[in-house]
């Protein structure tokens, strides 16, 4: 074969460059929430173990100088785990909290952002919430997109879809003043992720 090279000329084939015209080839969901997430400004922590997650709990404790006296949760369950407040009331004002300890539906992975519904944060704006949340999920829970969350919200509450459905927007810490207002219902997010 190596004569007919050397007669003809014939050069060897170069793999073709990737086409501009094919769809670019995506991150997984969890690797593109992650990125999404802590490029916004949030702090993700991913936990292997339930030791783990009480331990990074106990690490944002001491990181902002709080004692889990100071941090609400409206979850009996999260309450007792965390050795948080619980708080039975569904609405008024928690800014006497440093920070809120919550649930969620769903970590929407295009973008980063976490989806809530009343289930938990009961009947709270975004903006009667403590600055910064700490949000307890399960690696489950991520999604590609609201759409596809949306999807599975109303599969999950087949009977009665959830009320006070919003995505929790991460506060950017390179804002500038004058886009301040926008940012009234951004929060410092902190993610115990769960893989167990």
Request: hydrophobic letters at 35%; glycine letters at 4%.
């Amino acid at each position: 074969m190596g004569i007919w090279k050397y007669f003809f000329g014939k050069k060897s084939l170069k793999k073709p460059e990737k086409s501009p015209y094919l769809p670019k080839q995506e991150d997984p969901i969890d690797l593109s929430f992650a990125k999404n997430f802590t490029s916004s400004g949030g702090y993700f922590l991913y936990n292997d173990s339930l030791e783990l997650v009480l331990s990074n709990f106990n690490k944002i404790c001491l990181e902002n100088n709080w004692e889990p006296n100071q941090i609400v949760s409206l979850n009996q369950n999260l309450s007792d785990l965390f050795q948080t407040q619980f708080v039975v009331h569904s609405s008024g004002k928690l800014d006497q909290f440093k920070a809120a300890l919550i649930h969620c539906e769903y970590l929407i992975g295009n973008t980063g952002k976490i989806l809530l519904s009343k289930h938990q944060i009961n009947h709270f704006k975004l903006d009667e919430l403590p600055q910064t949340i700490i949000v307890s999920a399960k690696i489950k829970q991520l999604t590609r997109d609201v759409s596809q969350g949306m999807s599975l919200l109303k599969s999950k509450y087949v009977d009665t879809i959830p009320t006070n459905i919003t995505t929790l927007k991460i506060k950017s810490q390179t804002i500038k003043e004058k886009n301040q207002e926008a940012q009234t219902n951004a929060k410092n997010i902190y993610l115990l992720l769960e893989d167990f």
